[in-house]
């Protein structure tokens, strides 16, 4: 079956730790994307990729980097320099430009511990 | 800069009643897409809306689009339990990418 897995499902970060958060796709879809969820707040974008080797940042980039050496993969470390990492990351791809939407992973919850 | 504002943010029904959620966005588009998420879950895509004018159902839940007024609805139709979920609407850009309302969240009560 095809599509996205996001792995762990929970994780749990101590201050000053730097944590990455996995994301693999098997849809051939060009574009990945990093989303950021928080109670009351919508998804709000870290960074996304549109090809391999390339990625741009989102809205709420600081501290947080990622990297996209393969097509199928798109992993997402969150440094220690993020203030406040406890949230719902979701990751997302699509194919042609989002012009059917995205498909997204069934998400990572990270917690400060 | 897209913004795209949904309204209600907070939304509590009956069951059998009829409802409209509405999405307003900035600049101009023609793509909308609506997404339904479960406590605790993934993003489950509902309906792709690729033109002005565009309806369409699936259900009870029913959603169209008007590029001009830059408005898309959700319609509700004689609500049930099931229904209760958050739901977003999301904005394609020009830059290709969505940006996403902040989600209804809707519970239906017996």
């Known amino acids: 079956d095809g599509g996205i897995t996001q792995s762990p499902k929970y994780l749990f970060r101590k201050e000053g730790q730097n944590v990455t958060l996995s994301c693999e796709q098997n849809?051939?879809?060009?574009?990945m994307y990093w989303y950021r969820q928080d109670p009351g707040q919508g998804l709000r974008l870290i960074y996304y990729s549109q090809i391999v080797n390339d990625f741009q940042k989102g809205d709420i980039a600081e501290g947080y980097s990622v990297s996209r050496e393969k097509k199928e993969s798109f992993p997402l470390t969150v440094t220690s320099a993020q203030k406040n990492p406890t949230a719902f990351y979701l990751c997302?791809?699509?194919?042609?430009?989002?012009?059917?939407?995205?498909?997204f992973g069934s998400g990572t919850r990270l917690t400060v511990v | 800069e897209l913004k795209v504002e949904q309204n209600p943010l907070f939304l509590s029904m009956q069951e059998g009643k009829n409802y409209t959620i509405y999405c307003n966005y900035s600049?101009?588009?023609?793509?909308l897409y609506w997404y339904r998420q479960d406590p605790g879950k993934s993003l489950e895509s509902l309906f792709v809306?690729?033109?002005?004018?565009a309806v369409k159902q699936e259900g009870r839940l029913m959603a169209s689009l008007d590029t001009k007024a830059r408005l898309s609805t959700l319609h509700i139709t004689a609500a049930v339990h099931d229904l209760s979920a958050t739901y977003f609407c999301?904005?394609?850009?020009?830059?290709?990418?969505?940006?996403f309302g902040k989600g209804t969240l809707l519970t239906v009560n017996p």
């Open positions: 809306l690729l033109s002005n004018g």
């Open positions: 849809l051939n879809h060009d574009a």
């Open positions: 600049t101009t588009s023609d793509r």
């Open positions: 997302a791809s699509s194919i042609d430009r989002g012009h059917y939407g995205y498909t």
């Open positions: 999301a904005v394609r850009g020009s830059n290709y990418k969505l940006t």
